[in-house]
């Protein structure tokens, strides 16, 4: 372990890329404190024990990519790692379809073609809904599109189809989805144990201040100031966007211009357990459909007893089905009597339970999305100023792994880099 007990740093956010970052660099020797405004940690990983027979994650559930520092956490500590295995099916013309079944309709086959090229585009910006409604095949497949923007946090008319492209070529960690046996959060138990009595629950920061040349000053809503020689903010990127955390002096431009131009939406995950399983063992997706773009299944043939579809709602679809409040569940439960038929559904629906991120306080949304015109803006995001205040979190993750944890651990891993290159600039 390195000697920098006289270098002292206070981490902003006790999601995975704040701990990550206490952890890292408590481990080569500074003095390291992390300030969460919630009284809980994990940010975007929240699991749910009880509902069912496994942990039911709230927010960040998969494993992207075998090739990621995620996946090597949970190799790290033993966990059984889940590979998803399952088929996705397209509610198209009224029919539960196979995507193989509907790829024999030229329409549907050449939505799939978009959905699986489009970070390959690098024509003009434009947002991915204005250039579907360009393309023959949108007005008949629009159902089924609509889950692209979801994938991404939000909905098609928000997305920048040249900005997310740039980003999309970038991912390296491989196309495969994986799932823990375990809560999300265990893997975040050595982090934690590794910070011990620095970890600081409901410390909401108000202000940062860097016109003092010796330090960098805290300011929490309660009036409690702290000091410190490096600060790094992990918070989410609307949280940003709010202005709950003012900085002084402000924010250069065009750091501002990132914080404004990068997107956020809100997210809803609806958790609906029933007393048997009434849909195809191996249902991984299924997609196409009006009111929730997208379903899924947990843990796609497996032999649980748990049998659980989510519905999976981002940006305007999330909206909706807040607007519906305490109809909207009924809604959702319909829609699946409409698929499966004959009330099978209603008649087997157990429990329920919605997520929605909107309402959660310190967050307010799902994760990052790569906006119009909004190319470049993670890195500027990222950037420190002043080689005193560093930024961390997924947004700020300009190597293609956005919007993701692992990409949140990798941002962790450059701010700490940060850190040791300004104090010995040889590193």
């Known amino acids: 372990m390195a000697e920098n007990k006289a270098t002292e740093v206070i981490v902003i956010g006790a999601g995975i890329a704040g701990l990550y970052t206490a952890y890292l660099l408590i481990n080569e020797g500074y003095k390291v404190s992390v300030l969460e405004a919630g009284s809980t940690y994990g940010g975007r990983i929240k699991s749910l024990t009880g509902f069912a027979q496994t942990p ?38 009224g029919k539960l379809l196979s995507e193989f079944e509907a790829a024999k309709n030229d329409a549907v086959a050449k939505a799939f ?34 889950v692209f923007g979801m994938e991404y946090g ?39 144990e590794c910070i011990g009595k620095n970890l600081h629950f409901n410390h909401i920061v108000k202000n940062i201040d860097s016109t003092n040349d010796e330090f960098v000053s805290i300011e929490l809503e309660n009036g409690k100031k702290f000091k410190s020689q490096y600060i790094v903010c992990t918070v989410p990127l ?13 924010l250069p431009k065009e750091k501002i211009t990132a914080i404004d131009t990068l997107g956020i939406d809100s997210g809803i995950k609806v958790f609906l357990k029933f007393k048997r399983k009434f849909w195809h063992e191996t249902l991984w997706e299924l997609y196409g459909t009006s009111f929730c773009p997208l379903y899924y299944q947990m843990f796609p043939g497996s032999n649980s007893d748990d049998h659980i579809l989510v519905g999976y709602f981002m940006g305007k679809f999330a909206e909706s089905f807040r607007n519906k409040s305490n109809l909207a569940v009924k809604e959702l439960v319909i829609e699946l009597d409409s698929i499966f038929g004959n009330k099978v559904a209603s ?33 500027i995001l990222a950037k420190p100023i002043g080689k005193r205040i560093f930024f961390g979190g997924e947004a700020t993750n300009f190597n293609g792994h956005a919007a993701t944890l692992h990409g949140a651990m990798e941002t962790a891993e450059r701010c700490s880099q940060e850190i040791k290159n300004t104090l010995n600039p040889s590193i």
């Open 56 to 93: 039911i994650e709230l927010g960040a559930e998969f494993i992207q990519g075998k090739k990621s520092l995620l996946y090597d956490l949970a190799e790290y500590f033993d966990e059984e790692i889940v590979t998803i295995k399952g088929k996705n099916f397209v509610w198209w013309q």
């Open 113 to 146: 073609d978009f959905m699986e090229n489009a970070w390959q585009y690098r024509d003009e910006e434009i947002s991915v809904e204005d250039f579907l409604a360009k393309q023959p095949y949108y007005e008949p497949t629009k159902d089924i599109l609509a």
């Open 238 to 250: 609307s949280i940003l966007k709010k202005k709950y955390i003012t900085f002084t002096p402000n």
């Open 154 to 192: 939000t909905s098609n008319e928000k997305i920048g189809l040249k900005s997310l492209a740039k980003n999309d070529a970038l991912w390296q960690a491989g196309s495969r989805n994986y799932k823990l046996k375990v809560p999300m959060l265990n893997l975040l138990r050595e982090f934690i």
């Open 347 to 379: 008649e087997n629906l157990i429990d329920s339970f919605v997520m929605d991120w909107k309402k959660e306080k310190f967050i307010e949304g799902a994760y990052s999305f790569d906006s119009l015109k909004s190319e470049g803006m993670r890195e």
